[in-house]
């Protein structure tokens, strides 16, 4: 069965410090891969998507970036961080039409 | 582009209590989901459910593409039913989803 593994499962970071968070998936090759982000409260922003190895399509112009430098794998990075960056991080995959979601992890920037 | 609007944005709720949540989307969409988040952030996947009426349980969801919503029915509740309820859309030919401001409910013993 497919499963998806994300960490640190919480972070709390100083701002101006670099951040990289990573996703992996297992059980399955190829897969659509995204990183969203969830402010205190609210909806999930798609921030990032991947279709394969070295494609990357951003959404949202920020502080943040991403690789995939291999087929199970997506990382999410930032070189200085801001208060703002500050929220719940999550990356999902897609299996046929729906998309299935990784634990999260929680980012607190000070 | 596309909006996903939620209603109600709360809802508290005495166990065995029975609700229904619902989606409006602005424009066409290929497919429809349904989460629920539970207190811990984990989103769990419910229905998938671009058109017509599904049952898991306690739980049902019905989507009418051609008059852009979907409606989620939670029966006889209970206290493990808490957490913020969301609807996506998967907007035509993008693959990307588009997640509604989600209905928060509270279910009281």
């Known amino acids: 069965s497919q499963t998806i593994h994300q960490w640190p499962a919480t972070l709390v970071q100083p701002v101006g410090s670099p951040l990289s968070l990573e996703c992996t998936v297992e059980g399955t090759s190829n897969p659509n891969l995204y990183w969203y982000r969830q402010a205190a409260g609210r909806g999930l922003q798609l921030l990032f998507y991947?279709?394969?190895?070295?494609?990357i399509s951003s959404e949202v112009p920020q502080n943040l970036s991403a690789s995939r430098p291999q087929d199970r794998q997506f990382i999410l990075s930032s070189k200085k961080l801001l208060l703002s960056d500050s929220g719940f991080y999550l990356c999902?995959?897609?299996?046929?039409?729906?998309?299935?979601f990784g634990p999260g992890t929680r980012l607190t920037v000070l | 582009g596309i909006q996903v609007e939620q209603s109600p944005p709360d809802l508290i709720l005495q166990e065995g209590a029975n609700s229904t949540l619902r989606c409006n989307f602005s424009d066409s969409v290929n497919n429809l989901q349904w989460f629920h988040q539970n207190p811990w952030g984990q989103l769990i996947n419910l229905f998938y459910?671009?058109?017509g009426t599904k049952q898991n349980g306690r739980l049902s969801a019905t989507t009418v593409a051609t008059e852009r919503y979907s409606l989620l029915y939670i029966s006889s509740s209970q206290t493990t039913d808490s957490g913020v309820y969301f609807c996506?859309?998967?907007?035509?030919?993008?693959?990307?989803?588009?997640f509604g401001t989600g209905t928060r409910l509270q279910v009281f013993p």
């Open positions: 999902a995959w897609k299996w046929g039409y729906e998309q299935f």
């Open positions: 996506a859309v998967d907007v035509l030919d993008t693959d990307k989803l588009i």
């Open positions: 991947s279709v394969g190895i070295g494609q």
């Open positions: 459910i671009p058109s």
